[in-house]
């Protein structure tokens, strides 16, 4: 038994998705969640709680001078077509225009898709190399979690019951910052990632990597500082390295092996790519007005 | 505020649908492709895959492509459809016709979605490359492969709507 509540403030969707006596499902796109529901013909007393309607909070995309504020309206593909977020985030404008279709862009969203939590999340390795954290609302007030520890499980979350997140907000990069996304998928158009991995070189010299579908959670890795990038025997030695905290699985996509040999060509790819990208990077961008 | 009565099992939607403002009650889990197709009587949108993987049930949503079949009646309050009746309201389109021309259309039932995604596409880009028609075509799958006959088509299209100024 499914029943619908279009929620016009903030209090009341946490005061619907609260209740304990039914299940509460947050609405945003609902290209995920319409799936998981289309399978569910048990008893369960079920609310959707459709975000859509809230008015009190700000605006899908607010960019500053220390950032960019992705809230929960914002689907992948505004996302994928904002000038400053491809200049200062290449890695997550990449992602972001390659999420299933046309069709599933225009109404999926960023904030749904991390609280989905799926371990091949395509925006999820792009905001952990770029450092994003989470804010979350609830009844008794806000708090904020850095996206690091913000995957708990497979379709779990650090966003508890009674909790919802409002918005995802990525620290400008510092100047010489440079980024790229590579997946690997069995076609084109909607499919999910067999394997991604998301680069960040850093303008002060860290080098992170996000991993997508190679653990119950997205994973994000730091490469040794100093490391020479443009030495290629000894990437490949830190990589092995670092890459062992992966744990892929053997599934319909792809073979456990076959996975963890892709992991490592696509992490050497998306470094070179992101080096790459330091070259033309945008942090001398003008904030637009 | 107290919300124990305010989710709805039934719910009532005004949304212009096709130019039209239509009124009408669904369940609650019905989606926007079963309530095209059962309550408003437009069975051009087809229904296939069910879960956003194939593009036959694709429609407009304010002006945007979306997977009819991921959308719930209920959001649609306020809201535009336009679906391939619409489209096709005058008889067929230059870009059905082109299609026919091709020889794209075989069993034809992908058609209908096709052509909602390639209106989409020429809608925000008259003249899209090849590499720009196959990426904005790629979650509407043709079961009969008529991927390239497809691609020429929107092609044609895009040539006679620019050069007609159409």
């Known amino acids: 038994m499914m029943t619908y509540y279009k929620a016009r403030a903030l209090a009341d969707a946490l005061e619907m998705l609260e209740r304990p006596d039914v299940e509460g499902r947050a609405l945003l796109g609902g290209t995920d969640l319409l799936v998981s529901l289309a399978g569910k013909h048990d008893d369960t007393p079920r ?13 899908p995309l607010v960019i500053t001078d220390t950032g960019v504020r992705i809230g929960l309206m914002l689907t992948m593909a505004e996302l994928a ?5 491809g200049s200062w985030y290449p890695a997550l404008t990449e992602a972001a225009d390659k999420v299933g279709s046309v069709a599933i862009r225009n109404r999926a969203t960023v904030v749904g898709n991390i609280c989905n939590a799926s371990p091949a999340s395509d925006s999820a390795p792009p905001l952990l190399v770029h450092e994003a954290t989470v804010r979350i609302a609830s009844a008794s007030g806000q708090r904020s979690v850095p996206i690091s520890s913000f995957f708990l499980s497979p379709r779990v979350t650090a966003c508890a019951r009674g909790e919802i997140v409002t918005a995802i907000e990525l620290p400008r990069p510092v100047p010489g910052t440079g980024s790229a996304y590579r997946r690997l998928t069995r076609r084109w158009g909607i499919d999910l990632i067999t394997v991604s991995v998301a680069a960040a070189v850093h303008g002060d010299g860290r080098v992170l990597l996000g991993l997508g579908a190679v653990a119950p959670t997205p994973l994000l890795v730091e490469l040794p500082v100093g490391l020479d990038l443009d ?11 670092a890459l062992s905290v992966a744990t892929p699985i053997t599934d319909i996509r792809g073979g456990a092996e076959y996975r963890s040999a892709m992991l490592r060509e696509l992490a050497s790819r998306a470094i070179q ?4 990208s330091t070259r033309r990077s945008g942090n001398g961008h003008s904030v637009r007005g | 505020m107290d919300t124990r009565f305010a989710a709805e099992s039934q719910v009532t939607v005004t949304a212009t649908v096709n130019g039209e403002p239509r009124t009408f009650t669904v369940p609650a889990h019905r989606t926007l492709l079963d309530a095209l197709r059962t309550d408003l009587g437009l069975t ?7 879960e956003g993987e194939c593009g036959a049930c694709t429609v407009l949503l304010d002006g945007k492509a979306v997977n009819s079949c991921l959308v719930l009646a209920a959001e649609m309050d306020g809201h535009q ?5 619409e489209i096709s309201r ?5 870009l059905q016709e082109a299609l026919l021309d091709e020889g794209a259309v075989q069993c034809g039932f992908c058609i209908p979605g096709q052509v909602m995604s390639a209106e989409y596409l020429l809608s925000h880009n008259p003249e899209p490359t ?7 075509m790629s979650g509407n799958l043709c079961r009969c492969a008529s991927y390239n006959r497809i691609v020429d088509a929107i092609l044609a299209t895009s040539k006679k709507r620019v050069s007609t100024g159409e």
């Open chain 1, 273 to 276: 790519a992101a080096l790459e």
């Open chain 2, 130 to 136: 090849v590499e720009e028609i196959r990426s904005a």
């Open chain 1, 231 to 241: 030495d290629r025997s000894a990437l490949v030695q830190v990589l092995d390295e």
């Open chain 2, 44 to 50: 051009g949108t087809k229904s296939s895959c069910t």
């Open chain 1, 47 to 59: 609310v959707v709680v459709d975000l859509k309607g809230i008015k009190d909070w700000g605006e």
């Open chain 2, 90 to 94: 005058n008889g067929a389109t230059d």
């Open chain 1, 81 to 85: 077509a904002d000038p400053v977020v």
């Open chain 2, 81 to 85: 459809v336009t679906t391939i009746e």
